[in-house]
Nanobody, 124 residues
Framework: VQLQASGGGLVQAGGSLRLSCAAS????????MGWFRQAPGKEREFVAT????????YYADSVKGRFTISRDNAKNTVYLQMNSLKPEDTAVYYC??????????????????WGKGTLVTVSS
């Protein structure tokens, strides 16, 4: 599967942004999808995952209540709606996919397929 994230940009603190990740290749609905991020000088960090049907999600504590992951299997796309953005949310955001049958929390350690990231910058 090939993944392409988009939608990053510059936003003021308190603002919102929606990231998209378009998938191509094998059937999109067989993949658990996720978002990760990496801030300058820091290690990659888990953000959120969503199951194959979109009925279940899992979030990092740092984004819970502010970010929402969703997917549209008809459009082969996963989204990350980011609200109440903070300067510490500044990072390159990556979407990821994994076909394995595991619980969503386990994917926080990493996933099989990665796309190129999109930069989100939150100004104070």
């Amino acid at each position: 599967v090939q993944l392409q994230a988009s939608g990053g940009g510059l936003v003021q603190a308190g603002g919102s942004l929606r990231l998209s990740c378009a998938a191509s290749g094998r059937t999109f609905s067989i993949y658990v999808m996720g978002w990760f991020r990496q801030a300058p000088g820091k290690e990659r960090e888990f953000v959120a995952t969503i199951n194959r049907s979109g009925s279940s999600t899992y979030y990092a504590d740092s984004v819970k209540g502010r970010f929402t992951i969703s997917r549209d299997n008809a459009k082969n796309t996963v989204y990350l709606q980011m609200n109440s953005l903070k300067p510490e949310d500044t990072a390159v955001y990556y979407c990821a996919a994994d076909p394995r049958m595991r619980n969503l929390e386990s994917f926080s350690r990493g996933m099989d397929y990665w796309g190129k990231g999109t930069l989100v910058t939150v100004s104070s």
